[in-house]
């Protein structure tokens, strides 16, 4: 796909397939919300009640799976090593409500009171795409 073409397709609500590797070696795969900015991918996570922010501590490159769920089919494959910022509602309020306003709107004062709440910034390193749907 073109950066374009890359732009549009990330910029739908998917679910992120989210890999990490755990302390003991095993990849961790799980299914998390995420936003597209400016070239960057944009999370949140725990650093003590979720693998993902532990995983991290001990192995901080992950790869990231988004894909279409119809044909043709269409996905975007990363690579890279996030940087754990301190949380930010603006930012968990834009993550969030991609996902459904008013579910959003009910987990976002939840997510401020979790002292461990952190937001993943993802800048890729690699990025691999492909669109079935072209003759390319």
Excluded at 11 to 28: K, N, S, W
Excluded at 97 to 110: C, I, K, N, S, V
Aim: glycine share 8%.
């Amino acid at each position: 796909m073109t950066p374009g073409q890359i732009d549009a397709f990330l910029a739908e609500p998917r679910m992120a397939h989210f890999v990490t590797i755990g302390g003991d070696g095993r990849a961790r795969v799980r299914p998390v919300w995420y936003l597209w900015r400016d070239g960057v991918f944009w999370f949140t996570t725990r650093t003590q009640a979720r693998h993902t922010g532990r995983d991290l501590g001990s192995h901080p490159e992950v790869v990231m799976s988004i894909a279409s769920e119809d044909r043709p089919y269409r996905a975007v494959i990363t690579r890279g090593r996030p940087e754990i910022l301190p949380k930010d509602e603006q930012l968990l309020l834009a993550l969030s409500t991609r996902y459904g306003d008013e579910q959003a709107r009910r987990w976002l004062p939840e997510a401020l009171a979790q002292d461990d709440r952190v937001v993943l910034k993802l800048v890729p390193e690699s990025v691999i795409s492909w669109d079935y749907g072209t003759s390319d």
